[in-house]
């Protein structure tokens, strides 16, 4: 084999060995490699304010979007242009130990032809982390929002006014270490406070307990075992007189994994065991699982793979919860420095106990954003989704198309 063809062959290898050896270095700098859309870059990222001890990052953005389908019906005929304004601030401490942090979230969107559907949606995060002794720490959170659920989604009701509520969460955690052994509690109360008039049916509290024990097997390799219990109870009876309250015990057993320099691996599998008040619903054991795996496939290319099956409430009348199954593709690529390309495809399948409906929802996105400096970005989206349903008239599809400007300080 001549030389030139000797370098020819070798050069795959090469760009792969490169690739290697430049996430590893990225994991020797700090916390391991990032993906695409994660990575810091010093000519383009928002520097923030500093007040001492503290940083500000402030955000701001404006867009358009044409929805083929606002109200995602089955004849699909009403066609509108949604105005989306928003706002972020995002507050972390620069503290030596302990850490707090603030993200406060703010968007209002108009409706051209459709001003009913006008609305506005707030998220605001306090997270606080003590550090204590042997790499032990605590953690605390509380979220406020308001939220708006989503027309592809089932649990819409259909109205035209949009389906608006409250939520409220707090979650505390505390994690001790003994050499590679760790355990801890952790407890969080959720409630669900629907605005909208007519359903209060679907105002809920959810309560739940865990006592996560794991083991460090190794510097990359973590595994745990987190027995729990949930309480879940609903202000009132659904529309045909069914109580959905319930108490659950369960348990998952996680790893959390570095399988390489270029794969890394979170996955959660156990079960789940339903006790319902109302004696007409059939208590269940069902599997669940959450998992992540992320594949830095090149320097400028990140590929990540999600699935899911939980079991969550529902406000469908009739049913006493559902079974949540879903799975997903991303992929981020850096064409250039200052230019990101990302593409998403995603199934989600809804079954409804109790009732004879189940959903099957699939959605598909590409995107693309232009930094042109610390401060500015341009982004172009576009989204598919479909659903397809035993419900009569709930299939749908449509398509979106976005174009906005963002700010970042």
Known sequence: MGRRALVAALAPLAAFGAVSIELVAQAQEGKGPLAVFDRPRSSYDAKGFDLGGFRLFPRAGVSETYDDNVFADDDGTKQDLITSVSAALLAESEWSRHALSLDARLRYQHFLDNGDQDRTEVFIRPVLRLDLAERSEAKLAAEYSRRVVGRDDPEDAGKEDPTEFNRFFSRAEVIGRANRLFFGVNGQVRRDDYVSSG????????????????????????????????????????????DRDARAAGATIGLDSEITDLVHLNLDIGFIANDF??????????LIF???????????????????????????????????????????????????????????????REIDRNDDRAVFGLGAEYLLNNHVSVAADYRYEQRWSDEASEDFSRNLITLGLRTRF
């Open 199 to 242: 359903d209060d049916d679907r105002d809920r509290t959810v309560v739940r307990f865990g006592l996560p024990v794991g083991y460090e097997v190794s510097a990359k390799t973590d595994v745990v075992l987190e027995p729990f219990f949930r309480w879940r109870d609903f202000d009132e009876l659904d529309s045909t007189g069914a």
């Open 277 to 286: 008040e109302d004696s007409d619903f059939d208590n269940t054991v069902d």
């Open 290 to 352: 959450e998992g992540e795996a992320i594949w830095y496939a090149t320097a400028m290319t990140t590929v990540k793979a999600d699935a899911s099956r939980r079991d969550i409430s529902t406000s469908q009348a009739g049913a006493s919860s559902k079974t949540q199954s879903g799975f997903g593709v991303e992929v981020q690529h850096e064409l250039k420095r200052n230019v990101l390309l990302g593409a998403e495809a995603r199934y989600i399948n809804d079954d409804f």
